[in-house]
Nanobody, 124 residues
C-alpha cells in the first residue's frame, strides 16, 4: 500500500521550532519530488517547500525563506521540514506530498500522493 505519513506537529510558542517528518511506505521515495503544503482554517492550501528526488534542488515560499529548511534521507525513505522562528501565521495543517514528474528538477505541481496531514499550532 502506497502511503505518506507525517509526524512531528504540535503546539509551540512563537519563536520556537518544530521538525516535521514525512515517511513513505510502499514506494521508493527518491523517485519523487516531495513537497510540504499547509492549509490554515478558512484559507486555501499553499505550497511551503519542495525538494527534488536526490535532494539537489530545493525551493521555498517567500513567507518561510530563511526560517524553514527541507531535507531528505532517502536511506530512511523520509523527508523533513525543520521549522524555526515560528510565527502564529504558520499555524496550519501541514501535508507532505509526492510528485513523480517533478523528481529531477524539484517541482511539486503535479501531486501523485498526499499524506493525511499534521497540525502545527503556534501560540503563546
Amino acid at each position: 500500500q502506497l502511503q505518506l505519513v507525517e509526524s512531528g506537529g504540535g503546539l509551540v510558542q512563537p519563536g520556537g521550532s518544530l521538525r516535521l517528518s514525512c515517511a513513505a511506505s510502499g514506494f521508493t521515495l527518491n523517485r519523487y519530488a516531495i513537497g510540504w503544503f499547509r492549509q490554515a482554517p478558512g484559507k486555501e492550501r499553499e505550497g511551503v517547500s519542495c525538494i527534488s528526488g536526490l535532494g539537489s534542488s530545493t525551493n521555498y515560499a517567500d513567507s518561510v525563506k530563511g526560517r524553514f529548511t527541507i531535507s531528505r534521507d532517502n536511506a530512511k525513505n523520509t523527508v523533513y521540514l525543520q521549522m524555526n522562528s515560528l510565527k502564529p501565521e504558520d499555524t496550519a495543517v501541514y501535508y507532505c506530498a509526492a510528485d513523480f514528474s517533478g523528481a529531477l528538477v524539484g517541482s511539486c505541481g503535479d501531486i501523485d500522493y498526499w499524506g493525511q496531514g499534521t497540525q502545527v499550532t503556534v501560540s503563546s
